[in-house]
Every structure is written in C-alpha cells, then in structure tokens.
C-alpha cells in the first residue's frame, strides 16, 4: 500500500494525494478472478449422454393412423368420438395393438394442455403395446408435421 507523506522541508502545508490508488481494486479482482476459475468447471459439469435427434416429418394420413386428440381441459378423443375414461383408451388400443402392420398413434395436443393429460396418453399407449408413438406440432411456417418417437423397448 502506498501513502504520500511529504517532504520533510516542506513548509507544513498538507499535500493533495490527486491520484487513484488501485491496489485494492487488483487485490480484489485477482481474488474474483481465482473463485470464477475455480468454481465454472463444478458447474458445467454433466454426465455425459447423446440426446435423441429430432425428426419433422410431413404428415401422412393414412386410414390405418390412429389420431388421438387433447383439448385444453384434457379430455381424449379418438377421431371424434370422446373418450370417457383411460381404461376404454386402453382398451381401444389393445384391439388395434395386434394388427399387422400395428398402426401409428399420432397424439393432438393443444398448446395450453396440462402435459399430464398428454402423458396418460402416452402411457396408455404404451400399456397397449403400442411401438409407433407421434406428436402432431404446428410449425411457424403453418405446415402440420410430425414428430416420431418410436422407442427401442418398452419398459
């Protein structure tokens, strides 16, 4: 730390120290310095996983595709006809489960559905054995796709 004191034969007026003393501000940026270069490599750690690749497909209709639909409120309907319980989805699906070719699923869902009334969907799908599972999205450029999920094994 610097002090400027003065000439000892100066007449005893007080001299104006007019400059900045930046030692402190170094001593504390050095410090600042150290925690971020210590602390960053804890935070960007991850375990290590290679994410699934997103598809956009055009939609195919095709008589044999299965199109379910989630309003807002999280009712299911298949084509038009409401569903009124998780178990009948189920069940309707089993029946078409054991067709060959098993059909597709394409899952609607409104952009303000809950995404609980969506997974239920899901997850009767997957009680079915149903393998081929697609999500209906409205792209911005107005163009109606799909996105496929079709997992490896169900669990």
């Known amino acids: 730390m610097s002090m400027n004191v003065g000439s000892p ?13 930046t030692t402190p501000l170094v001593d504390v940026m050095l410090v600042l310095l150290i925690i971020f ?8 750690q991850t375990i290590k996983l290679e994410l699934p690749k ?10 044999e595709n299965i199109v379910i639909a989630v309003n807002r409120d999280g009712e299911v309907y298949w084509g038009l006809e409401r569903m ?3 178990e009948a989805l189920v069940n309707r699906l089993k ?3 054991v067709k060959e070719p098993q ?5 609607r869902g409104d952009s303000e559905v809950r995404y609980e009334a969506v997974g239920r969907v899901v997850v009767a ?3 079915a054995g149903i393998f081929k599972v697609g999500f209906i999205t409205e792209p911005p450029a ?14």
């Open 103 to 107: 059909p597709e699923v394409h899952i």
């Open 9 to 21: 034969d100066s007449d005893g007026e007080d001299q104006l120290n007019n400059t900045i003393n």
């Open 125 to 127: 799908c997957q009680r």
């Open 37 to 44: 270069l210590i602390t960053i490599p804890v935070v960007t």
């Open 54 to 63: 997103e598809r956009n497909l055009p939609t195919q209709t095709k008589p």
């Open 142 to 155: 107005g163009a109606a796709v799909r996105m496929n999920w079709e997992p490896a094994t169900w669990p």
């Open 95 to 97: 029946l078409e489960s």
């Open 84 to 86: 009124p319980d998780n």
